[in-house]
């Protein structure tokens, strides 16, 4: 079948309006405010008043929340139209947020538009969908996050509540949050695929609090986002689960393919404004008396991100594709493969480039030391690398079997001459035919 991620006209002119918009009135605000979790702050009146009016022009162009359903004031975009989106997106750390799609509230928000309930829905879907407040994810526990058989945080049902009990680690922008989605254990003695559920949580609900905000790398200590909670006698109404017990997992999944493909799009953006300044670097730049793009060596750096960012890109639109053709079950081994190359462009990318501008790479007054930051931590959110390497090649195996001979693979060259010459034995030099 032909591949083809080309898109309507009438869309084209849209991702034209987008590219525009975020370039002339987005990008600004990431100049006076480039703290990526700012975004999150739905009560800071200062941030707020310049993004609410450019949320209004976009809602105008009907460019909302495009992701979601026509149902939901959504477009119902296909995964490559996205991608297209994202890659314009990804320029910026204001433009998600400002077209209504910023993760992780759009992965919740569409988690809870497929399973939630009427009330559900009206509590907590729709001021998220309005763009009014912000939401967390919190699966991770301290004890381990990459192998669910560690969680032990729990909820209990007691009469017409959930009773939640233990921790949770790194739940993203919890101190922004006004509700969290917990995955809970409430049924311990099935394995952790079938006995894990989904539980909406309000914030202040009494019984959880904040053990501390933990911060990144380059963040002062208390000063992080990723809330470190812990749950004692926490109780919630029995009508807060998300879905039916038992299906956190079907759940997450459901959040997680898209979410995958947008962050793999989005990191295009940032790996190509990180090669646009080191074109800019190396052409302006002079060592020897001559400009930096005057050494191989320098040449060769930027040629190998030029390449990197090339394939990788392709590589996402080929698995947006992919899962528009066949759905996101059918097109996980491609949905890990971008997982996987994420990061580590990301941080090749970035670390080129950062290297390129030499001392002032390595300062705050770049965006160079951030780029690479995040790549390192793509390669830890939403799963370490090796799982989803793991993954891939679990499903990818699946299609192979063992070699037919006993001792040798089906390639082994005197194997196949044998076969070969009884083949076509009446057509042989009979010299040949004996060799
Ligand atoms: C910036 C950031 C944001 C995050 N946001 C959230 C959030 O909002 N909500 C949330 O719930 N979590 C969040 N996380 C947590 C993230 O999901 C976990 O860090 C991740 O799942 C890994 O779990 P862990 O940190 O406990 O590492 P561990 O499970 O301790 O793994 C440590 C390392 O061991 C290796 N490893 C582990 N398992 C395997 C395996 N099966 N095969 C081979 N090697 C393996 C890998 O190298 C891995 O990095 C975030 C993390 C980061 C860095």
């Not at 370039?23 to 707020?48: C, G, M, Y």
């Not at 910026?92 to 309930?117: K, L, M, R």
């Not at 009427?118 to 509590?123: E, L, P, S």
């Not at 919190?138 to 669910?148: L, N, R, V, Y």
Request: negative net charge.
């Amino acid at each position: 079948m032909a591949i083809d991620f080309s898109v309507e006209p009438e869309f084209q002119a849209n991702l034209d309006w987008i590219e525009q918009f975020v370039r002339e009135e987005v990008e600004p605000i990431d100049a006076l405010f480039p703290s990526q979790t700012l975004v999150f702050d739905k009560q800071n009146e200062e941030t707020q008043g310049l993004i609410r009016p450019l949320q209004e022009r976009v809602r105008e162009r009907g460019l909302w929340a495009m992701h979601l359903p026509p149902s939901l004031g959504g477009m119902g975009l296909g995964n490559v139209s996205l991608a297209l989106v994202n890659e314009i997106l990804g320029r910026s750390p204001w433009a998600s947020s400002v077209f209504g799609c910023q993760a992780p509230d759009s992965g919740n928000a569409e988690i809870i538009a497929h399973y939630g309930t009427d009330q559900q829905k009206d509590t907590y879907l729709a001021p998220l969908l309005d763009g009014l407040i912000s939401s967390t994810y919190a699966m991770t526990e301290p004890q381990g996050g990459a192998d669910p058989m560690n969680f032990t945080c729990t909820a209990v049902q007691d009469g017409d509540e959930w009773v939640i009990n233990g921790q949770k680690w790194f739940a993203s922008n919890f101190k922004y949050a006004s509700f969290i989605i917990a995955m809970v254990i409430t049924d311990p003695d099935v394995p952790v695929h079938r006995g894990a559920s989904m539980i909406l949580i309000p914030k202040p609900t009494q019984g959880m609090s904040l053990i501390r905000n933990v911060g990144l790398i380059h963040e002062e200590p208390g000063e992080g986002a990723h809330g470190y909670l812990q749950f004692d006698e926490c109780r919630v109404p029995a009508e807060n689960l998300l879905g039916d017990e038992g299906s956190g997992f079907k759940i997450a999944q459901t959040r997680l393919g898209g979410g995958r493909l947008h962050h793999a799009m989005r990191s295009v953006a940032v790996c190509r404004r990180a090669l646009d300044m080191m074109g800019e670097r190396i052409v302006s730049r002079r060592t020897k008396g001559a400009p930096l793009a005057d050494q191989q060596a320098v040449r060769h750096s930027f040629a190998d991100s030029w390449i990197q960012l090339e394939q990788f890109r392709l590589q996402v639109l080929h698995a947006a594709w992919q899962c528009d053709q066949n759905g996101y079950d059918k097109a996980r081994e491609y949905v890990a493969g971008i997982k996987v190359a994420t990061p580590k462009t990301v941080t090749d990318i970035a670390y080129r480039t950062l290297h390129g501008h030499g001392a002032l790479g390595a300062t705050n007054e770049l965006p160079l030391g951030a780029m690479l930051q995040t790549g390192i931590m793509l390669g830890l959110a939403d799963g370490p690398t090796e799982v989803h390497k793991d993954n891939l090649a679990r499903k990818v195996l699946k299609g192979y079997r063992p070699s037919a001979g006993e001792f040798f693979p089906d390639m082994h060259l005197p194997t196949r001459r044998i076969a070969a010459r009884e083949k076509y034995a009446d057509l042989l030099e009979p010299q040949l035919a004996n060799w």
